[in-house]
């Protein structure tokens, strides 16, 4: 069965960071160019990051961009996303998802993991 | 950067009635349109891709139509389990920006 599995939210002060971890099992995540999305309480999806496949170029939201980072280990065979500098609107559930077979939609996606950001 | 719309923001609709769903978007996206299904406390789940077709495990009631920045969603009976939050997502742009639209909640009537 194709899955993917993220790691890492939780509970964090303005300001701090964190890392968050997708991995993968059915299938082989080096094959795959991936994404984070995320969803803020009550309210719909943003996609916030991507990373190619093999020459792992990245892109970014503006929302997020030069706070965080997405990156790779294919020996692994997971994505991660490094957060720094969170503020409170960064609170949500982060969804890593795969582009699908032949497309840039989003296809299979992760459980999500919540990231709160509070004093 | 394009910017999707979703009407209604609610649809109440009786089991076994016909439910069409609208996305927009701000310029033309051709067909690189998808939709999701979300149902409270779960992932998305990949409906249409290319504006029309069906991902795979999709049942046949679900179907997609558009191009350019009117798109539809219809789902012909609802079924119990359709009741859910449709999000409507361009993937047109490269590098990628790719947005959602803010979703329309199909709920019971």
């Known amino acids: 069965e194709v899955q993917l599995v993220e790691s890492g939210g939780g509970l964090v002060q303005p300001g701090g960071s964190l890392r968050l971890s997708c991995a993968a099992s059915?299938?082989?995540?080096?094959?795959?160019?991936m994404n984070w999305v995320r969803q803020a309480p009550g309210k719909g999806l943003e996609w916030i990051s991507h990373i190619t496949s093999s020459t792992s170029n990245v892109y970014y939201a503006d929302s997020v961009k030069g706070r965080f980072t997405i990156s790779r280990d294919n020996a692994k065979n997971s994505v991660y996303l490094q957060m720094n500098s969170l503020r409170a609107e960064d609170t949500a559930v982060y969804y890593c998802?795969?582009?699908?077979?032949?497309?840039?939609?989003?296809?299979?996606w992760g459980q999500g993991t919540l990231v709160t950001v509070s004093s | 950067e394009i910017v999707m719309t979703q009407s209604p923001a609610t649809l109440s609709v009786s089991p076994g009635e016909r439910a069409t769903l609208s996305c927009r978007a701000s310029q033309s996206i051709s067909t690189n349109l998808a939709w999701y299904q979300q149902k409270p406390g779960q992932a998305p789940r990949l409906l249409i891709y290319?504006?029309?077709t069906r991902a795979t495990d999709i049942p046949a009631r679900f179907s997609g139509s558009g191009s350019g920045t009117e798109f539809t969603l219809t789902i012909s009976s609802l079924q119990s389990e359709d009741f859910a939050v449709y999000s409507c997502?361009?993937?047109?742009?490269?590098?990628?920006?790719?947005?959602f639209g803010p979703g329309t909640i199909v709920d019971i009537k």
């Open positions: 290319g504006a029309s």
């Open positions: 998802a795969s582009f699908g077979s032949r497309g840039n939609w989003f296809d299979p």
């Open positions: 997502q361009q993937y047109n742009n490269w590098p990628p920006t790719f947005s």
């Open positions: 059915g299938f082989t995540l080096s094959s795959y160019e």
